[in-house]
């Protein structure tokens, strides 16, 4: 744990106030993502990562480190969706997926899971956090258009496409670059 | 190789191209076990960025913050309902636990004068366009009109220019904020950002942002929040240097001696200086270090807590020189500062304590620490070896 990293705790572990804005930054959107995967639906998916966020804020519980508090997040929110999806009446749908993601079932398959899930939640939010312009023809390069395709659609030269892509990729590298980041992220 | 490496690599192969280095790197990673080999299969073949991201985009954070408040307030007036009940059973015990606690602490013989030394506290003066002066504190709440139909609402500490329901348009002319020695104060702008002004510090800021630029002024040291806004960039405008902001949180101090100093937290600033007309972009975790005399920066990656640990409540040195350390506790705790020789300034010292504290607790550890001795006579220390 780096040193933001244990502070981000600490924060948590004391209720400080300022905290639960950096968690909502960090978290909150990719989470909904997390639980509409077992839930389909975004409303109740919000209503989920909502509800595991107040009974951090309400609960008593002491957290040793950025690692089993990311877990302990995953974990909260998959319990929120299968509890919904039981009122629901539709479990089977809960264990089907759980199935067709978590082949194996050993120990350390939930240190892969939880790595597959921090390589998307760092991801969509450094994505966000592009210059606006920026972020919008690499959104549409992401979803595979060709450059002329973008070019058309925001009405911009292809050099133009260009050059706003490698400021993206460039941006992303240094984002992603420091290990210090993984607090800002 | 650890996991932070390898959620990198992943991301960055994911997104665009790796450096041979890094590709050996991922490589030499995958060839370790068939789970790797597989688990980097999985992740290249699931194309989820390109489907997810859209639906990630549309989650509107802003709407989710404001309802997790709303719930906790309403929890919170449970729980102070509940105090109420508390209270009325410890004024019974409460006479006897004075008695013994006053005992316990009588005052001690001293041969220094400091009652009248106190840390800082919640407190500013507001200059509107037209000049006339509001004082504020931690205390009070109320409306004020800052300009023709602009009223903002001060409450606990805090002033907000902000609107519900979208962001003023108009005008509104320059206020002004002045935190005074031994003063601090936060601020919420028109825009929705947020700012903490810390002592000794002034403010010059529109009631009403421009179309295209948001400009400040700042003389001090504050801490920056800034509201996301591509279409506007937001310039902090200090002697000589700018800081330009594309998005979030930075710490600028212009009180030290000899250089203004500005952290980023996290986001994208540039530093430009005005005179040499350059620009140096900065990144998350990075100090730059603008000399006042030779208008030169220099950026080095630091532990940001360091620098906006103040906000927290908390001093931190890390081997800070005294004669700084001492510049900053005067301006908060508003005492004045003599040496008896120049020597002793520049002894080092390392720490962490409460801003809140008593002077004489802070003294007391510096004392120790750096064998220097304080004598304070009213509001003036003076520093011997």
């Known amino acids: 744990m780096n040193q933001i990293e244990k502070e981000f705790i600490e924060r948590i572990n004391q209720k400080q106030v300022g905290v639960y804005r950096d968690l909502f930054r960090m978290f909150y959107r990719y989470l909904v993502l997390y639980a509409m995967r077992y ?26 480190s950025f690692y089993g508090f990311r877990a302990f997040l995953y974990e909260s929110v998959r319990n929120g969706c299968l509890n919904y999806l039981k009122h629901k009446k539709q479990e089977q749908r809960y264990w089907e997926y759980v199935k067709s993601i978590e082949g194996g079932g050993a120990a350390e398959n939930e240190n892969y899971a939880l790595i597959r899930e921090e390589v998307y ?41 260009k050059s706003q892509k490698k400021k993206a990729v460039r941006i992303l590298r240094e984002r992603l670059g420091n290990l210090y980041l993984l607090m800002v992220l | ?58 989650i509107d954070e802003e709407k989710a913050i404001r309802r997790f408040e709303a719930t906790i307030g309403k929890h919170k007036r449970k729980y102070i309902s509940f105090k109420h009940i508390l209270r009325a059973a410890a004024i019974l015990v409460w006479p006897l636990v004075m008695v013994v606690v006053w005992q316990w602490n009588a005052p001690q ?63 509104g002319g320059q206020n002004v904020l002045a935190t005074g020695r031994g003063g601090e104060y936060r601020l919420i702008l028109a825009d929705g950002t947020r ?26 040291e504050a801490y920056f929040e800034v509201a996301k806004d591509s279409g506007r960039p937001f310039v902090v ?65 630091v532990d940001v807590s360091l620098y906006t640990a103040w906000k927290e409540g908390v001093f931190r040195f890390s081997r800070e020189r005294l004669e700084e350390i001492l510049g900053i506790l005067a301006n908060w705790y508003d005492v ?50």
């Not at chain 2, 800021?205 to 001090?220: C, I, T």
């Open chain 2, 336 to 385: 004045e500062v003599l040496y008896q020789n120049q020597e002793i300034k520049d002894l080092h010292f390392s720490g962490y304590m409460e801003r809140y504290e008593r002077i004489e607790t802070i003294l007391k550890a510096l004392e120790e620490a750096t064998g220097v001795h304080f004598s304070v006579w009213g509001k003036t220390i003076t520093v011997s070896k």
């Open chain 2, 195 to 220: 700012v903490f002004l810390n002592a000794a510090t002034i403010l010059r800021y529109p009631v009403v942002f421009d179309d295209e630029v948001r400009r400040v002024q700042l003389e001090g």
């Open chain 2, 237 to 301: 405008e200090t002697t000589g240097m700018e800081v330009k902001v594309y998005g979030t949180s930075f710490n600028i101090n212009t009180l030290r001696i000899n250089e203004i100093q500005t952290v980023l937290v996290e986001g994208s600033i540039s530093i430009c200086s005005v005179a040499a007309g350059r620009e140096y972009r900065m990144c998350p975790g990075q100090l730059a270090r603008w000399d006042k005399i030779s208008s030169s920066v220099k950026l080095q990656e």
């Open chain 1, 121 to 161: 939640r760092q991801l969509y939010q450094v994505i966000e956090e592009l210059p606006e312009g920026c972020r919008k023809v690499f959104e549409q390069h992401l979803a595979g258009k060709k450059n002329e395709e973008i070019a058309q659609l925001f009405q911009i030269s292809v050099g133009t496409v």
């Open chain 1, 39 to 64: 839930v389909q639906l975004q409303e109740p998916a919000e209503d989920i990562v909502q509800e595991v966020f107040v009974g951090i804020w309400k609960g008593n519980r002491e957290y040793n």
């Open chain 2, 1 to 58: 190789m650890e996991s932070d490496e390898i959620i990198r690599l992943i991301q960055l192969r994911l997104t665009g191209e790796l450096t041979p280095e890094e590709n050996n790197k991922l490589e030499c990673w995958v060839s370790e076990s068939a789970v790797n080999r597989d688990f980097l299969h999985v992740v290249l073949q699931e194309k989820l960025l390109s489907r997810e991201y859209p639906l990630y985009h549309a």
């Open chain 2, 109 to 171: 013989p001293e041969n220094s004068v400091t009652e009248t030394i106190v840390p800082g506290s919640s407190r500013a003066v507001l200059t509107l366009a037209g000049g006339e002066q509001v004082e504020l504190t931690g205390q009070t709440e109320q409306e004020i009109l800052v300009a023709p139909e602009i009223e903002v609402r001060q409450k606990a500490g805090m002033l907000a220019y902000d609107m519900k329901g979208g962001e003023r348009i108009g005008r």
